[in-house]
Nanobody, 123 residues
Framework: VQLVESGGGSVQAGGSLRLSCVAS????????MAWFRQVQGKERDLVAG????????YYVGSATGRFIISRDNTKNTVYLQMNSLKPEDMATYYC?????????????????WGQGTQVTVSS
């Protein structure tokens, strides 16, 4: 599976962005998907995840209540709608896929990664 993210950019605090991740291959619907983010020099952290069917979603930390993860299996795409952005959301955001588990929360449970897209939030 190859993953290509898009939608990053610069936004003022309080603004919104929608990230997209398009997956290659025919078995996208069999993969749990997630968005991680990483600030340079720090660990890559889970932001949100979604099950293969899309019936289960989960969020971590400050993403709860502000971000929405969704997927369209007909378009092989997973989205991350980010609202009320804060300067602390500024990071490189990575799309990840896993066929190892249904609800994957650990970094090493994801076996496919995109190249990342930068999100910059100015105060």
């Amino acid at each position: 599976v190859q993953l290509v993210e898009s939608g990053g950019g610069s936004v003022q605090a309080g603004g919104s962005l929608r990230l997209s991740c398009v997956a290659s291959g025919r078995t996208f619907s069999g993969y749990a998907m997630a968005w991680f983010r990483q600030v340079q020099g720090k660990e890559r952290d889970l932001v949100a995840g979604i099950s293969a069917s899309g019936s289960s979603v989960y969020y971590v930390g400050s993403a709860t209540g502000r971000f929405i993860i969704s997927r369209d299996n007909t378009k092989n795409t997973v989205y991350l709608q980010m609202n009320s952005l804060k300067p602390e959301d500024m990071a490189t955001y990575y799309c990840a896929a896993s066929n190892l588990c249904r609800r994957c929360t650990a970094l090493d449970e994801y076996n496919y990664w995109g190249q990342g897209t930068q999100v910059t939030v100015s105060s």
